[in-house]
């Protein structure tokens, strides 16, 4: 097949952008739809997400940036970064692309009924295949990586709960060391972990959580919070023991902090979005001993606010970080602000307009820091953003 995309497929794609704003969401319906009829490619994606339908919304939104960009793809370059990510994650591989691209062009084609020319169908095919080199190829890079450190592991590894510790109210940390007693590749800070709780009993039952500790050969920990009716938190909460068993492919994700921060680091953070900036933290004061650093954290209150501690031993040891924290329901403690982080506190308060700004936290605290960020001009390349939900979702969802 060709390295590039032909002209008239172009056009062709570009044509089908009104098609798809009015019907991607049902097109993505039906493309899983007839997907989860073969149930080994079901078992692949994380159920959750499809039940809710935020997968589906993320995929129309991603089928529909790709229409609208075809003609300029280096403007997706972080989107199939994500979704590469995502699919080392979840142990996607290249003898699985075949299965979506067939059910792709068919919901097209059943959707869009005699819109969808045989033209169009084949211009799809094209552009579908064209994407999925590109993603396969970076897959593959990824994996190469893993594999090149000590400890790396391509597929699902099998790991021991190995310790079990309640950090706040209704949030727990867990030590995971491998079952086979070798060692792990250090993740980047930042990065997550797709667990797989097949071993323990939950048949299909996937989730990413990021890594709360430094990066490491030994073990990886995640730090959970009880989610009302949430399948897997509630089973770490209240079921895996010491010696539980949970399946893991390798850390994963796009967002973590640089190799090499040439900037002050602003790390804000909101209730258990803390977890990655806690990783961070401990790289920061392990090996950027210059780097000037702020972390600001919001939470509902104490009782509620996890790892406090270990981001103020790793703040000590640093001996370059100012930490603020901010409760919505404030009781007078010390060192402790009242109500919520604010752009105009933060512009007060830190080197907003030369730093990197690293968020993460639920989708309405990011929603709202990102877009004041944006309008207090602060440009896009220095603004860092994790949350929780499937890889293309859009804040503005």
């Known amino acids: 097949m060709p390295d590039s995309l032909s002209p008239r497929t172009v056009a062709l794609v570009k044509a089908t952008v009104p098609a798809l704003q009015e ?41 529909l940036a790709y229409a ?52 169009i169908l084949a211009a799809w095919d094209e552009a579908y295949w064209h994407l999925a080199r590109i993603l396969q190829g970076r897959e593959a890079q990824i994996r190469d990586d893993i594999m090149a450190h000590p400890g790396g592991w391509t597929d699902w590894r ?14 727990m940390s867990f030590i995971l060391r491998p079952e086979d007693g070798g060692k792990v590749v250090p993740h980047r800070s930042g990065q997550y972990l ?63 902090l640089t ?46 606010h996890a790892l406090d501690a270990q981001v103020r031993d790793a703040a000590g040891r640093h001996g370059r970080t100012e930490i603020a924290t901010f409760y919505e329901d404030f009781a007078g403690e010390t060192d402790v602000l009242p109500g919520r982080v604010s752009v105009d506190w933060l512009r007060r308060n830190t080197p907003l307009s030369q730093a990197d700004i690293y968020l993460c936290g639920p989708r309405p605290f990011l929603r709202a820091l990102v877009t004041d960020l944006t309008a207090a001009g602060v440009s896009s390349d220095r603004i860092h953003y994790e949350f929780f939900g499937p890889a293309d979702e859009q804040l503005a969802a």
């Open 23 to 63: 019907h991607g969401a049902e097109i993505t319906k039906v493309m899983y739809r007839r997907l989860f009829q073969d149930e080994r490619i079901a078992a692949l994606f994380n159920q959750a997400n499809q039940q809710s339908g935020a997968q589906r919304f993320a995929l129309a939104s991603a089928v």
């Open 68 to 119: 609208r960009h075809i003609d300029d793809l280096a403007a997706l370059g972080p989107a199939v970064e994500r979704m590469a990510q995502k699919h080392v994650g979840y142990a996607i591989l290249p003898e699985h692309y075949p299965h979506v691209g067939r059910a792709l062009l068919a919901a097209i084609a059943e959707v869009l009924g005699d819109a969808a020319t045989p033209d």
């Open 158 to 171: 099998r790991f021991v709960v190995a310790e079990r510790r309640s950090e706040a109210q209704d949030i």
């Open 194 to 256: 797709t667990l797989r709780f097949d071993a323990a009993g939950l048949a299909g039952v996937k989730r990413n959580y990021s890594i709360s500790c430094a990066p490491n050969h030994d073990y990886y920990r995640i730090t959970v919070k009880r989610e009302p009716g949430g399948e897997a938190s509630g089973f770490l909460h209240d079921r895996a023991t010491v010696g539980t068993v949970i399946e893991a492919t390798p850390p994963a994700g796009d967002f973590h």
């Open 259 to 304: 190799d090499r921060p040439a900037r002050p680091v602003v790390l804000l953070s909101g209730g258990v979005g803390l977890t990655p900036m806690v990783s961070m933290m401990e790289q920061i004061a392990a090996q950027h001993p210059d780097l000037p650093t702020w972390y600001v954290h919001a939470n509902r209150n104490a009782a509620r």
